[in-house]
């Protein structure tokens, strides 16, 4: 059972940029899809991104797509985050993911960490 931890977040200015890092402290994360979802307070859950265990051709949301990129070493899943603006202060969460009925579904959420994005 893989057991998820997110790392990396913390305060930036609008326009900066953050990595984040997602691993496993139980069953390597190496043959799971990782993706990440965020959440805010008064805001949606927002999914937005998954990627294979190959990290081929990763899915991101609308909000993300051309600022965030996801890749993914035999251990690590990073999502770079560039051109940060204030909607995208979160709680952010690395789950595993997979394309399901209403859109992508996530499971086996880490803890999150938070991104707080400032004027």
């Known amino acids: 059972q893989v057991q998820l931890v997110e790392s990396g977040g913390g305060s930036v200015q609008a326009g900066g940029s953050l990595r984040l890092s997602c691993t496993s402290s139980?069953?390597?994360?190496?043959?799971?899809?990782i993706g990440w979802i965020r959440q805010a307070p008064g805001k949606e859950r927002e999914g937005i991104s998954c990627?294979?265990?190959?990290?081929?051709r990763p899915w991101y949301s609308d909000s993300v797509e051309g600022r965030f990129t996801v890749s993914r070493d035999r251990e690590r899943v990073y999502l770079q985050m560039d051109s940060l603006n204030l909607e995208d202060t979160a709680t952010y969460h690395c789950a595993t993911c997979w394309a399901g009925i209403k859109g992508y579904d996530y499971e086996d959420w880490g803890p999150g960490t938070q991104v707080t994005v400032s004027r």
């Open positions: 990627a294979s265990s190959s990290g081929a």
């Open positions: 139980g069953e390597s994360l190496r043959d799971y899809a």
